[in-house]
């Protein structure tokens, strides 16, 4: 159990039988006299309702079990994505909602983590990092690189982030996945 001041965006908690994801927690001071309290965004991880729940600083809450296993991504037939258990060897088979926002990210054969609480998926998390191809991308123009521009560019899953003028198609880059920034080009 943790007190409700210590909640952060991205913590599951089990409320009243509930497993819910905070997507926002906000701390609010009282006004005059007023207590403090702590105004949340919550989503119900099994059926997606989202609602917004206060709490007072002194309640307590508690934190769901979650298991992380490690999976490799195999391939799709367009409506189910399946995975493979890096520990068991079992297939799982996902739904384009269970995978959400992972989903341009998604490469056959690299590893990933699905999350599950009591054998449901609640989600799918991917590395910090992945390296990909850059598909497309303006050429940078000779003398173009003084001051350190950058240009835009699409890799591997139709995904667009914004590069330095040196990197061409073709390149392998390393990108940032929770905020799809360009990190580093991958030497040849």
């Known amino acids: 159990m943790i007190l409700a001041t210590n909640l952060r965006e991205g913590n599951v908690i089990d409320l009243e039988g509930r497993i819910l ?24 991880v099994i059926s997606g309702e989202s609602f917004d729940k206060t709490f007072d600083p002194e309640d307590r809450v508690e934190l769901a ?27 799982r088979e996902l739904t384009r909602e269970q995978v959400g926002q992972a989903l341009p990210w998604l490469k056959e054969g690299e590893d990933l983590f699905i999350t599950v609480y009591e ?46 003028l040196f ?8 990108v940032d996945t929770r905020s799809g920034e360009y990190v580093t080009r991958v030497s040849k």
Request: hydrophobic share 30%; proline share 4%.
């Open 167 to 174: 990197i061409d198609t073709g390149d392998i880059i390393t």
């Open 65 to 91: 079990r979650l298991e992380k296993r490690s999976h490799q991504y195999l391939w799709t037939d367009g409506e189910t994505y399946h995975f493979l258990d890096n520990e068991s060897y079992e297939e």
């Open 119 to 164: 054998e449901r998926v609640i989600g799918v998390e991917l590395p910090t990092t992945v390296d990909r191809e850059v598909i497309y991308t303006e050429p940078g123009l000779k003398g173009d690189t003084a001051q350190g521009g950058s240009k835009p560019a699409t890799i591997e899953g139709d995904i667009r982030v914004t590069v330095p």
């Open 21 to 44: 994801r905070v997507l926002s927690a906000n701390h609010h001071r009282g006004v005059g006299r007023g207590s403090a309290m702590i105004r949340t965004k919550l989503r119900d």
